[in-house]
């Protein structure tokens, strides 16, 4: 069974660590294929609420573990940056993990973060709600680019006028972008005038004029929104 990893917590008191055994021995069991196990530490009212935002209940969320697929189907692994607040009989657990889904001719790897609910009934502590969504990382393999073209992108551009300008600049033969106070990130090249951000889903297109300068870019969300970013300077 994995530990999980906390945060700012180095010493947990009693509650907490037994908080986080349930948690691990849920864990262990829904990733077992082993239904009598995982449903003592579920509470019979248990809300679950996807990534996806479907409201599930006990009953069915237990068919996955039910069903007996495989385990190399869907299983998560490494729990860690964990907080645990404990609140008399009720717990929150907050923490980070990464779920694997194996197909034919590849494999989905996801990075999650989850808040749990815990009640303690008759000296055991059971699940009683859970949250969770994807945590943005894009897997997306850069493009080979002539670095001299960056130059064409690099200046300053406004999201929104009260917004923090957003600086983008050449560095060391590579393409960054920094808003605010915000650490530097690295766009990556998609091909053309198309770029990504590691920790984005979306698209940023950069518009030209008729003269082939450029005068801002799009942005485009992994669901189809789009914003068209201004260059100012």
Request: aromatic share 10%; net charge negative; glycine share 8%.
């Amino acid at each position: 069974m994995a530990a999980i990893h906390t945060s700012d917590q180095p010493k947990l008191s009693q509650a907490e660590e037994e908080v986080l055994s349930a948690r691990n021995a849920g864990t262990e069991a829904s990733n077992n294929r082993d239904p009598e196990a995982w449903s003592p530490y579920i509470a019979d009212d248990c809300i679950f609420s996807t990534d996806a935002g479907s409201r599930l209940n006990k009953a069915e969320v237990s068919r996955v573990v039910v069903a007996k697929f495989p385990h190399d189907y869907d299983y998560s692994v490494d729990p860690r940056d964990a907080v645990v607040h404990v609140y008399g009989d009720a717990a929150v657990l907050n923490l980070r993990f990464t779920v694997h889904e194996k197909f034919t001719d590849g494999e989905i790897v996801t990075e999650m973060r989850a808040t749990e609910t815990y009640v303690r009934r008759n000296g055991s502590w059971v699940l009683v709600a859970r949250q969770w969504g994807k945590i943005p990382v894009n897997h997306r393999k850069p493009a080979a680019v002539d670095a001299h073209r960056y130059q064409d992108y690099a200046g300053q551009y406004e999201w929104r006028p009260l917004d923090d300008v957003e600086n983008i600049l050449v560095k060391d033969g590579r393409l960054w972008t920094k808003s605010g106070k915000d650490a530097p990130e690295e766009i990556f090249s998609m091909g053309g005038d198309a770029f990504f951000l590691e920790g984005e889903l979306g698209t940023n297109t950069f518009v030209r004029d008729g003269q082939g300068r450029v005068t801002g870019y799009i942005f485009r969300d992994a669901d189809g929104p789009e914003v068209h970013v201004k260059k100012i300077r």
